[in-house]
């Protein structure tokens, strides 16, 4: 990676809550920046030693970089970590599963902190999660931000901005096709999908888990709008609703931001009454296309939900608003004009 690209990269990983990364400090050079540096370098926070017996630095954290191929591979960690290492960083090939249940289970004892290399989203949540201890730490190898998001949201630690905003237009659009997004998960009260008619702007739509005298409880639906309308998926692209199928890949938030991902089960396209609904927040306006029926919910700021039916100007509804950025195929373009309206 260039320094140019490094300089971009970076910020956008503590914009994202990285903490740790595994890097020369020389390649940040004068940039301020308040993650640790993993490497086999003095000037590291966590020092990786080149051999056995190499001289430890004072005031550091050090470990050991190890490759995995066999169980004497694993007895070699258990022996030299014995001798006083604060971490290793493992890798394993082929076999991944098996050989790091089996140094967790004889490291765990030692209080030696384990550090896995993953190079693909599933494995970092996968690695996270053996023997429900998981290792302490993933050094994941990629140069793709949005990969990085997606391996956030398979652990459940990314966190979307989500902000009020205004409802200032509700009108009836007459007929289109809508669509409802069955997931294979149970959705909880307060949880939704983000939806919108900008990929900037969109709205927290609530699931279906509220049922009424009328309609049973759905807790794995979210009726999510229009065909044409953008949703976000778990590695930070956006989707028309009109390509979700099943086997896609959604994204899951509550109110406070805090996101997950969830499995399409099926997606099912009607034609229906609708209605308009512009909303404004920070400066931003934004819209969203919905079925005109009582079952389709926005969450106010208070965590309450407000069917569209019943929604008035004036209104706040919690909604993820920022600038505008170009995207290409779903993916964003941040020097790219675009307006969208």
Request: charged share 25%; proline share 4%; hydrophobic share 40%.
């Amino acid at each position: 990676m260039s320094q140019a690209q490094l300089a971009k990269f970076l910020p956008q990983l503590e914009a994202e809550g990285i903490k740790m990364v595994h890097l020369d400090p020389k390649k940040l050079g004068k940039k301020k920046s308040k993650l640790q540096t993993v490497y086999a370098s003095s000037n590291a926070n966590f020092v990786v030693l080149e051999k056995d017996g190499a001289t430890k630095p004072k005031g550091k954290k050090v470990g050991r970089k190890f490759q995995v191929l066999s169980n004497s591979d694993i007895e070699d960690i258990l022996t030299i970590a014995k001798k006083g290492l604060d971490f290793v960083i493992v890798e394993v090939k082929d076999w991944k599963i098996i050989p790091l249940e089996n140094i967790i289970a004889k490291l765990h004892k030692i209080h030696t902190k384990i550090f896995a290399i993953a190079r693909t989203p599933e494995e970092v949540r996968k690695m996270f999660s053996i023997l429900e201890v998981g290792v302490d730490g993933v050094i994941f190898s990629t140069s793709s931000i949005n990969e990085v998001r997606e391996a956030m949201v398979y652990l459940g630690t990314r966190s979307f901005d989500m902000k009020p905003a205004k409802i200032i237009e509700i009108k009836e659009v007459g007929d289109g096709e809508r669509v409802c997004v069955d997931t294979a998960s149970m959705l909880h009260k307060g949880e939704g999908m983000l939806i919108g008619s900008r990929s900037n702007f969109m709205f927290l739509v609530h699931n279906e888990s509220v049922g009424s005298s009328f309609t049973s409880p759905r807790p794995f639906r979210v009726n999510a709008g229009a065909v044409h309308c953008y949703t976000l998926s778990p590695d930070g692209t956006t989707n028309y609703l009109s390509e979700v199928e099943t086997g896609s890949e959604v994204l899951i938030l509550n109110s406070k931001g805090k996101a997950r991902r969830a499995t399409v089960g099926r997606s099912k396209i009607e034609r229906r009454p609708m209605l308009m609904i512009k909303a404004s927040a920070g400066g931003e306006i934004g819209g969203i296309i919905a079925q005109d029926a009582e079952t389709i919910r926005f969450v106010k700021p208070n965590g309450q939900l407000v069917s569209v039916t019943h929604l008035k100007k004036g209104d706040t509804v919690m909604v993820h608003a920022k600038p505008a950025t170009g995207r290409h195929f779903g993916m964003e373009v941040s020097d790219e004009y675009i307006l969208e309206k």
